[in-house]
């Protein structure tokens, strides 16, 4: 497996980016966002802009990393709505990004969360919405998945804390419904910390056969008390799982990439101070 970084937990300019980056020894860049501008809403100039900079510094991109589909409640939305064509185009554009820098995935995120999927004897009316959520995700996500064999090209989707899919068994079940080869999942543990998810083993074990990247980050949190306290990997709920999350990766023979997703700020820091604490950690644990 290889160390990657997601460059805006960094710096918002790329090229101090790049230079960070072959100062701490990292040379595969996840990106997500760049000058200040959403990845999937760059110009054809601007990723050539970025290209430039990969070339100049030896940095390889490993992801781009869009927020096509985030935030859009399933049950609000058919294919043929506009808003639907709006974020479809945002992702063939983070496609078109992905293929002028080399970038060998693209991610999408899997709308928002509905809390209750599937209810049973009476639930389903009450609690669930008559069951209908869960099918209609899948319904949704198709022509996704027919975007990525028709660009021959992996499309990510990552488990969130307001997603559509969140536990790890989520994910195998989302996978496995679509059916598509392309599709891979975007694993964030720490994200399912939120709601109980265990890192290792059940929630890998739910995805080790579907994984396509991974991100990492470390937390401490209450879903009873409604909060999220990030911190320095190794110092969270995640510190538990990191030695086993290694130990299994390499013992599958994971060769693709796992990312650290910076948003750890120290007291009287700023994030590129807590890049500096965190890809220690990473590389430490993961190197």
Not at 55 to 64: C, L, Q
Not at 249 to 259: A, F, H, P, T
Not at 262 to 279: Q, T, V, W
Request: hydrophobic share 40%.
């Amino acid at each position: 497996m290889k160390i990657s970084v997601i460059t805006n937990g960094i710096s918002s300019d790329y090229e101090t980016c790049c230079k960070v980056m072959n100062e701490t020894g990292v040379k595969y860049a996840e990106i997500q966002n760049v000058w200040d501008i959403p990845v999937e809403s760059l110009t054809y100039e601007q990723a050539m802009e970025i290209k430039r900079l990969n070339d100049k510094y030896g940095i390889e991109p490993v992801s781009i990393t869009t927020h096509a589909f985030a935030g859009i409640g399933v049950m609000d939305l058919e294919i043929s709505d506009a808003r639907y064509e709006k974020h479809m185009n945002l992702l063939k554009n983070g496609i078109k990004i992905a293929k002028i820098v080399g970038a060998p995935q693209v991610r999408a995120m899997p709308f928002t969360k509905t809390i209750v999927l599937k209810g049973f004897h009476g639930s389903d009316k009450w609690n669930a919405g008559g069951n209908k959520a869960w099918p209609k995700f899948i319904e949704l996500f198709r022509p996704i998945a027919e975007l990525a064999v028709q660009e021959n090209i992996t499309i990510t989707v990552e488990n969130g804390f307001n997603a559509m899919i969140i536990s790890g068994y989520q994910c195998r079940q989302f996978i496995e419904e679509l059916n598509c080869e392309k599709i891979k999942i975007l694993w964030d543990p720490a994200n399912a910390l939120y709601y109980g998810d265990i890192a290792y083993p059940d929630a890998y074990n739910e995805i080790r056969n579907y994984l396509g990247h991974v991100h990492i980050k470390d937390l401490n949190c209450s879903i009873i008390e409604g909060w999220v306290d990030i911190k320095n990997i190794g110092h969270g709920q995640m510190a538990q799982y990191l030695d086993d999350i290694r130990e299994a990766l390499e013992r599958d023979g994971y060769d693709g990439y796992v990312s650290l997703e910076n948003i750890f700020r120290p007291e009287g820091g700023d994030f590129k101070d807590g890049y500096y604490l965190d890809i220690k950690e990473l590389q430490k644990r993961f190197a």
